[in-house]
């Protein structure tokens, strides 16, 4: 029976094992939400029309969601699943689902683990810079059991985040690790910021373990370093000027390198719940 893909957690599936982590990790998350699971594969028609019969690339895509769906069952089996083949772009079809979606995810196409890449025109760069919603990136291996991490730099965007962190690791059980990045040179005359922010969003979440710190250095790395040993790393899409369709710098140092599942934050309350 199908579900309502309002507010569904909803996952791009590609063929490779990678995908299928990500199925994976996109179930926890709507089971950790409380959210039905939208697998989606985006089908090229021109392409299969123009090449050997339709009907065996067709066989393929949905013989990919059968086992996507299989992997989400196993996963989660109490989380309701809809899968659908979609025609056309695999980035097009995930952001006109992100305009309902409570979050989308999709696989970072090995970019994790490419050191020297900057794929900005990457399916999960295009995703999470242009969404309306929250965007996970999930990895092929999984990740640690860890804290969640989330980065915060004192702004409005940045507070979101944080809102949106508590809530994850709530959800999860999990310890809440929350980390503001002085740049060398840069006088640090907010000292006092990280923790109140914190603490004001600790006392929605009684039952998280929160822990804050401010450290010196590039964000973007510092964040990537912290990120080793987390289960999930949150980021805002862009720190002091989150305008749809852009992502900033810190953000997209995670996106490409952080070993953990990413979610960039966007398109969500101040309060940054759900």
Do not use: K
């Not at 899409?237 to 953000?251: H, I, K």
């Amino acid at each position: 029976m199908a579900t309502p893909t309002e507010d569904a957690v909803v996952v791009g599936v590609g063929g490779s094992e990678e995908d299928l982590q990500v199925v994976r990790t996109a179930a926890r998350e709507a089971a950790a939400h409380d959210r039905p699971l939208h697998l989606l594969h985006a089908f090229n028609w021109a392409a299969a029309v123009a090449g050997p019969p339709v009907s065996g690339p067709r066989a393929d895509a949905e013989d990919l969601l059968e086992r996507a769906e299989q992997v989400a069952a196993e996963a989660e089996p109490d989380v309701p699943v809809r899968a659908d083949l979609v025609e056309g772009s695999p980035v097009e079809a995930l952001l006109r689902a992100a305009d309902s979606a409570y979050l989308v995810a999709l696989g970072d196409g090995g970019m994790a683990n490419c050191p020297t890449c900057v794929p900005s025109d990457a399916p999960a760069v295009q995703v999470a810079a242009r969404a309306g919603c929250p965007v996970l990136v999930g990895r092929a291996e999984p990740a640690p059991q860890g804290p969640v991490l989330v980065g915060v730099d004192g702004s409005e965007a940045g507070d979101t985040a944080l809102g949106y962190a508590f809530d994850c690791a709530d959800r999860r059980g999990a310890r809440l690790l929350a980390i503001r990045v002085v740049e060398p040179g840069r006088p640090d005359q907010n000292g006092d910021l990280l923790a109140e922010a914190v603490a004001r969003h600790a006392a929605r979440h009684p039952g998280v373990a929160a822990e804050c710190h401010t450290l010196h250095g590039d964000p973007g790395s510092v964040l990537v370093e912290q990120s080793r040993s987390a289960q999930l790393a949150l980021v805002a899409a862009r720190g002091e000027d989150p305008l749809r369709g852009m992502l900033g710098a810190v953000s997209q140092t995670l996106l490409y390198h952080s070993p953990a599942p990413v979610i960039v934050v966007r398109g969500i309350g101040p309060e940054g719940g759900s």
